[in-house]
């Protein structure tokens, strides 16, 4: 290359052309020569990597070349126009494979074919677009059944290719050619593809062709290269198609300059019996066992496989049919398995009994595979502890705390058939019979499962906003399958025994129609589709899920807590590893029905003596439910939060029911009205609520400290070692924590001697962070605070100024137009709330040097919050109990990545 950039310096080309031959963006692959490696993916993509990789390595790869993604993002930027000299490097690596092959392309004699296919440095599975059989033209379809020597096999190729190059490329509806194929069936009476004669594959070439002209206005192109380059720039225009911004958005993919394009000689599986086509993980993406997994067909074309269109054989029958090239397979997957130290989902084809591999990646897999990969390849020294819990995304726990089904009343369900258990989980839901079907039931609030006979990459939101997805056709490594594990989404694939009227909103089973109106429950770890609603039961954990948290425990700094209101919500933190509670809110437990009369007793009590008696009367039932939790958290901290919502939200607001209170209080029903426009607020979140109430009504904040004493008391009596922690909510200044924390003293030390208590009680005393003005001002509130805690909801509602009630209304858009990257409400806003949380660690601990710091908020189990807050040096994360494992994994993970 050098010596020919220097030829063409020294003849004086134009100066564009010396540009572009010194701006290389295209890279071979071949025995000849590979000009990549698998250390290029932000160049040359996944895929174009890897393909360079594995024949670098000595694996049967067929000869080809990667155009570099800079090639897409020129592309792009120029407005559609291909970058200046692309096609001449695209020529001279063509050439190049014409040399390895001995096959010159689209040619009249030895015709050679190649495949197009998009492959970005993230594996988008499906989103972007594939053509295959290029090159083909009238005259080289001719030349290829002479090669061959089989007619139909050069005709099914061809009309593949105009099929596809109709759809990808020209933008032809891929159903127009389907019902030209159906009539041709019709004509020969015949059900399946392969049953087609040669006479009839010949009209049906004709037909296609049909079908293209006119649509297009144009006859399909017989310049094999005007059909490259037109391929080319239909994958560079796939980047940016609907499906695949969504699908990075779902995926929260960024930063990529855009797709590569791989170019390849074509091997055909669809020569006859002795050929086929497969895909194939090296472990069970469901499940993570360490099992060749996978499926294949026999004479057939890759995309026949992916797609769904015929069902495959299970990988574990191919000895029956070619044994050498199973065993051969067999090596190849440990091959992989050791060079990439991580499962692999790879394509293969085999033509005329010779394998060709056509892809490798890093496999696509389940919450719970992910778990059982990383542990199991640390176990055979693979990779070390460390890579292994950076190898599972800390969101993916998630799929392992969710229900199975209950085998008991699965027995008793009604099955309504059977299919392959593509993507484990138990979905719930009424059927939605097309994607746009799903997103608009389920923007309602409905649950729904898509049903369909085959997804594509266009059904893509309707996927992810279902419950679960059901198909009728497909195999594991179909579209459906493979997306639905990368998500976590529970999905059954290939139900064959069902029939799909997506017309008429129904699908058939057993005899029975099944509508819109129906609810289904669809297992995925089984594949067992049953009429109505399923029980379902609470997970069971793996031995590899507590061996990956013993790993992640021994490496994080943060403590992880969990905000619990009722003793079963703390059991079940302690049961996920939670080191204590973070949050118990304790307005949540006066909603009972005995609790809530007594609650809104004591808001229409209009002196404080009746409110006393009021709060009285509510005491006994919050000393018993923090004994609960005190018990469950046994020797554990407990952070209780005081009253904190507005008054008026315990009251009813529509006439009928301030008439039943009336009566049930003994008063009219104009006093509560009155009482309820008195408690009325334009702005309650900012209004009357949290420690102001205290300031207001110190009997409320006096009844719940005596409840927490005689609670702690009563549990260390017995043994029970009670660690409460009284927290006071949205505290905006230092004056305000130390007025109140005087009242909170002088409470316990009340209690304490009511009760005869003669030990100490240590109750700390702390306050949430809440107002931008709390965090700014953080060392004043340090000087009266034992700890400190962040309630980052409500500081992100304040920071940004958004009601975290009404902000559906317009963040959508400030999402898609990219004005936000993330809704701040999940992900912590690092730039604005996230400098506030840093001010307040910084002053706060400039006036005490230990003082502990956590967070609350919800942002306390998102994985990349749980990092920023590692990172700004609190001392504990709180989020729900569900959320626990994954908080704990994330803060191992920001350990690793300060102390690699």
């Not at 950076?390 to 799929?399: D, G, I, K, Y």
């Not at 039932?621 to 507005?646: K, N, S, W, Y």
């Not at 009680?761 to 953080?778: C, H, K, S, V």
Request: proline share 5%.
């Amino acid at each position: 290359m050098a010596a020919s950039r220097k030829r063409r310096t020294q003849k004086k080309k134009p100066a564009a052309r010396r540009s572009a031959g010194a701006r290389k963006l295209v890279y071979a692959f071949g025995a000849e020569r590979t000009e990549g490696s698998r250390d290029m993916r932000d160049i040359l993509g996944g895929k174009g990597a890897n393909l360079a990789d594995m024949t670098s390595i000595g694996l049967p790869v067929p000869p080809g070349f990667t155009i570099a993604t800079e090639a897409c993002a020129a592309y792009n930027a120029r407005d559609g126009r291909l970058p200046r000299g692309l096609m001449e490097q695209v020529r001279r690596a063509l050439a190049r494979v014409e040399r390895e092959t001995g096959k010159k392309f689209g040619a009249a004699k030895r015709p050679l074919l190649v495949s197009v296919r998009s492959g970005a440095a993230v594996s988008m599975p499906g989103m972007m677009d594939t053509v295959l059989n290029l090159g083909l033209t009238d005259a080289a379809c001719a030349a290829l059944a002479r090669d061959s020597g089989s007619e139909r096999f050069a005709l099914d190729a061809y009309r593949r290719l105009i099929n596809m190059f109709g759809d990808v490329v020209m933008g032809v509806d891929h159903h127009e050619f389907e019902s030209a194929f159906t009539e041709i069936k019709a004509r020969y009476a015949v059900a399946s593809d392969a049953a087609v004669p040669v006479e009839g594959m010949r009209e049906l070439v004709d037909a296609y062709k049909a079908v293209y002209e006119r649509r297009v206005g144009s006859p399909f192109p017989q310049d094999p290269l005007t059909q490259l380059q037109s391929a080319i720039e239909a994958v560079f225009k796939s980047w940016n198609t609907p499906r695949a911004v969504k699908y990075r958005q779902i995926n929260e993919i960024k930063g990529l300059l855009g797709t590569a394009v791989n170019v390849q000689a074509m091997v055909f599986g669809n020569m006859g019996d002795d050929s086929g086509t497969g895909v194939a993980f090296t472990r069970n993406p469901s499940a993570g066992d360490n099992a060749f997994y996978g499926e294949f067909l026999v004479n057939a074309q890759g995309e026949d496989v992916v797609a769904g269109i015929r069902t495959p054989r299970p990988i574990s029958e191919m000895p029956s049919w070619n044994a050498k090239v199973h065993r051969q397979l067999l090596a190849i997957k440990k091959k992989l398995e050791r060079r990439y130290r991580d499962m692999q989902d790879i394509e293969f084809t085999i033509e005329r009994g010779r394998l060709f591999m056509l892809q490798t990646r890093t496999g696509k897999r389940t919450g719970p595979a992910a778990v059982r990969i990383a542990v199991d390849m640390a176990n055979e020294r693979l990779i070390d502890k460390k890579e292994a819990l950076r190898r599972v995304p800390a969101e993916a726990l998630t799929q392992l705390l969710l229900p199975s089904f209950s085998e008991e009343a699965k027995a008793h369900a009604q099955r309504l058939c059977r299919g392959l258990p593509a993507s484990p989980g138990a979905a719930i839901g009424k059927p939605a019979f097309s994607a746009a079907e799903a997103v608009e039931r389920a923007r309602h609030g409905e649950s729904v499962i898509l049903v369909r006979h085959e997804t594509s990459p266009e059904d893509i939101e309707g996927m992810h906003t279902a419950a679960g997805i059901l198909t009728s056709a497909g195999g594991m490594t179909s579209h459906a399958a493979v997306v639905a594990r990368g998500w976590g989404k529970c999905c059954v694939a290939g139900a064959g025994d069902i029939r799909i009227d997506e017309a008429a909103g129904c699908f058939t089973a057993i005899g029975r129609a099944i509508t819109r109106d129906d609810l289904i429950s669809i297992d995925g770890s089984t594949g067992e589709v049953m009429l109505g609603e399923v029980r379902r039961v609470e997970p069971r954990l793996s031995d590899e899920f507590a061996t990956l948290m013993e790993w992640a425990d021994a490496r994080r700094r943060l403590r992880v807590r969990a905000n619990a209101d009722t003793p079963e919500d703390a059991r079940r933190a302690r049961q996920f590893g939670a080191e204590g509670i973070g949050l118990t809110r304790t307005e949540h437990m006066f909603f009972q029905p005995e609790r809530i009369a007594l609650m809104r007793e004591m808001i229409l009590a209009r002196t404080r003596d009746q409110r006393r008696a009021a709060l009285a009367r509510l005491l006994p039932h919050q000393r018993a439910d923090f004994i609960g939790i005190f018990e469950a958290m046994d020797g554990l901290p407990v952070t209780i939060r005081l009253l904190d919502p507005p008054l008026h939200e315990f009251l009813p607001h529509d006439d009928d029911n301030q008439a039943a209170l009336a009566a049930a209080m003994g008063v009219h029903a104009h006093e509560v009205r009155a009482r309820v426009a008195e408690l009325h607020e334009a702005n309650p979140m900012l209004g009357h609520r949290g420690c102001r109430l205290a300031v207001t009504f110190p009997e409320i904040l006096e009844m719940q400290t005596t409840a927490i004493v005689e609670a702690m008391v009563d549990c260390l009596r017995r043994g029970v070692r009670a660690r409460p922690e009284i927290e006071l909510p949205l505290i905006a200044a230092g004056a305000e924590l130390a007025w109140l924390r005087t009242r909170v003293e002088a409470a316990i030390a009340d209690a304490r001697l009511a009760t005869g208590f003669s030990g100490e009680l240590d109750i700390p005393i702390g306050a949430m962070i809440e107002t931008p003005r709390a965090a700014i001002t953080a060392d004043e509130l340090a000087h009266a605070a034992d700890f400190l805690s962040f309630g980052t909801n409500d500081l992100t509602q304040m920071t940004f100024g958004f009601s975290r009630d009404d902000v559906n209304t317009f963040l959508p858009d400030y999402l898609k137009h990219d004005i936000l990257e993330k809704d701040p409400f999940q992900n912590l806003d690092a730039r604005g709330v996230g400098l506030l949380v840093e001010v307040a660690v910084r002053r706060a601990r400039s006036v005490k040097k230990r003082l502990e710091i956590g967070v609350c908020g919800e942002h306390g189990g998102d994985p990349s919050s749980v990092a920023f807050f590692h990172r700004a040096g609190l001392d504990y994360v709180s989020c729900s109990p569900f959320r626990t494992p994954v908080a704990r994994l994330a803060a191992a993970q920001a350990a690793l990545d300060d102390r690699p």
